[in-house]
């Protein structure tokens, strides 16, 4: 397994950008699929953006389509998430996990084997 720290997280204005990153220990990150997921008070956690190991393939949830990049440097083991437009609804807790799944897009929570501690991120309106 690969131990992951999050971190950019903050306060910010609505409209406004943040950019996360997750940064990976071990060699082989270069092999996990990657996520992004988010949870706010009261509610589930939800996947809001996934990159596959070679960072060829994406996926995004309809609510951040257009808003939100994904994207990975396997060199510095790490994966990012670049956040635009933020909307008070975005306000959460992020959470960075990786998964060993090769063949598919891992979508679900339970698809993934390791987890960060997660970055708090509050937009105000």
């Known amino acids: 397994q690969v131990q992951l720290v999050e971190s950019g997280g903050g306060l910010v204005q609505a409209g406004g950008s943040l950019r996360l990153s997750c940064a990976a220990s071990g060699r082989t990150f270069s092999s996990y699929a990657m996520g992004w997921f988010r949870q706010a008070p009261g509610k589930e956690r939800e996947l809001v953006a996934a990159i596959n190991w070679s960072g060829g393939n994406t996926y995004y949830a309809d609510s951040v389509k257009g808003r939100f990049t994904i994207s990975r440097d396997n060199a510095k083991n790490t994966v990012y998430l670049q956040m635009n437009s933020l909307k008070p609804e975005d306000t959460a807790v992020y959470y960075c996990?990786?998964?060993?799944?090769?063949?598919?897009?891992?979508?679900?929570?339970?698809?993934?084997?390791?987890w960060g501690q997660g970055t708090q991120v509050t937009v105000s309106s």
């Open positions: 996990a990786a998964s060993r799944r090769v063949l598919t897009m891992p979508i679900a929570s339970t698809q993934y084997d390791s």
